[in-house]
């Protein structure tokens, strides 16, 4: 079986930072594209950040130049760095990567359980 486990999440006020971690683990062959999305409620879920393999990002305009996803593969693991916090940014955080098992055909897609990020004003 494949996990994927966030921390980091918490509240902080407007202009502070946090940073976010997943971990995967598991029967792991290879991890392809890893994310962060987010929901807040009443919001369908929406992306935040991918980083490839390789290193290659890409961000939600909202996040763009406050955020940063780095990954290191010899870990299995990604993270999101979130700086100038905005109320806005309150939501549940969701960890997602797309995952070669262990003798699968194909990869899957995986998601972890979620984070909650609370910003105050």
């Known amino acids: 079986q494949v996990q994927l486990v966030e921390s980091g999440g918490g509240l902080v006020q407007a202009g502070g930072s946090l940073r976010l971690s997943c971990a995967a683990s598991?029967?792991?062959?290879?991890?392809?594209?890893m994310g962060w999305y987010r929901q807040a409620p009443g919001k369908q879920r929406e992306l935040v950040a991918t980083i490839t393999r390789g290193g290659s990002t890409n961000y939600a305009d909202s996040v763009k130049g406050r955020f940063t996803i780095s990954r290191d593969n010899a870990k299995k693991m990604v993270y999101l760095q979130m700086s100038s916090l905005r109320p806005e940014d309150t939501a549940v955080y969701y960890c997602?990567?797309?995952?070669?098992?262990?003798?699968?055909?194909?990869?899957?897609?995986?998601w972890g359980q979620g984070t909650q990020v609370t910003v105050s004003s």
């Open positions: 997602n990567a797309d995952i070669w098992r262990r003798g699968a055909p194909i990869s899957s897609d995986y």
């Open positions: 598991g029967s792991i062959f290879s991890i392809n594209a």
